[in-house]
């Protein structure tokens, strides 16, 4: 029983138990919380320009640029294998 408990504190102290994130999920909401948000917001602010009437083919530019950054960023989070455990956040 005192080896249990002792697994048991070891794991939850190196970030092993299961009510923590695993890296690749780490991954995702940080890109949730940065990337997909300024994606979000550029797609926004586009089209409420084009609803407004204007035509801004540079803010466009930066609407794709921000948008395939977060898909490249997801890409890399996909690439993370799902059961490595984080260690501390």
Do not use: W
Request: aromatic share 8%.
């Amino acid at each position: 029983m005192e080896t249990l408990t002792k697994l048991i504190v070891l794991s939850a102290v190196l970030g092993l138990y299961p009510g923590c994130g695993t890296r690749r999920h780490v991954c995702y909401f940080e890109l949730e919380r940065n990337e997909a948000a300024s994606c979000n917001r550029a797609l926004l602010g586009s089209l409420l320009r084009v609803q407004d009437g204007i035509e801004d083919p540079e803010y466009s530019y930066y609407t794709a640029y921000v948008c395939h950054l977060a898909e490249q960023k997801r890409k890399d989070c996909e690439a993370i294998p799902a059961f490595l455990p984080t260690i501390g956040l």
